[in-house]
């Protein structure tokens, strides 16, 4: 049975730790501008996923991505002496796809708003297919109903009489 909420405490504490350890103890010139995102525990505490994101290109990722790796076992022994956990939970270090993914989204809602902006600027030259409201009003339709009355109540042509709707002798 496993227990989320002290998996869930577990992870911020790791992410923490991380974090500190990284700004502190770690002086390795690959490491670059490295932010611990997030951090992922396992059910049964083994494991740790720890989410991060480097500022700068695809180079300085690497070099980054590199420099965790490399210091992973100076990282998961300072997690075991700051958590206290019987087990201490090995770590993985994955980038994070979130900035990635808002910078795709930017750019659809730019494209959203450009497209947008078109529609409006050919909206305000546009001119109406029929008229300007081609909804009917309710007084429209009280007398067209009135007028479709005065042609029942006159009956039909021709039918007690002759044309012009006299009767016949």
């Known amino acids: 049975m496993t227990d989320t909420a002290r998996a869930r405490k577990l992870a911020d504490r790791i992410r923490v730790v991380v974090a500190e350890t990284l ?14 995102t997030d951090t992922r525990v396992t059910g049964d505490l083994r494991e740790a996923t720890v989410f991060y994101t480097v500022y700068g ?23 075991g002496r700051q958590t206290g956990v019987r087990f201490t939970p090995t770590l993985a270090f994955v980038a994070d796809a979130l900035p990635d993914n808002a910078r795709t989204i930017d750019d659809l809602l730019a494209k ?4 947008d902006e078109e529609v409006r600027k050919a909206a305000t030259d546009a001119q109406y297919a029929g ?15 009135a007028e479709a009355a005065d042609d029942t ?17």
């Open 57 to 79: 290109d695809d180079e300085e990722r690497a070099a980054s991505a590199a420099a965790l790796e490399s210091a992973k076992g100076v990282l998961r022994s300072e997690v």
């Open 131 to 145: 008229e300007a409201d081609p909804y009917r009003k309710p007084a429209e339709d009280d007398d067209e109903a």
């Open 112 to 115: 959203a708003r450009a497209a």
């Open 23 to 36: 700004q502190r103890r770690i002086k390795d010139p690959r490491l670059g501008y490295v932010t611990i």
């Open 153 to 169: 109540a006159a009956g039909p042509k021709g039918a007690a009489g002759d044309e012009d709707g006299s009767p016949n002798a």
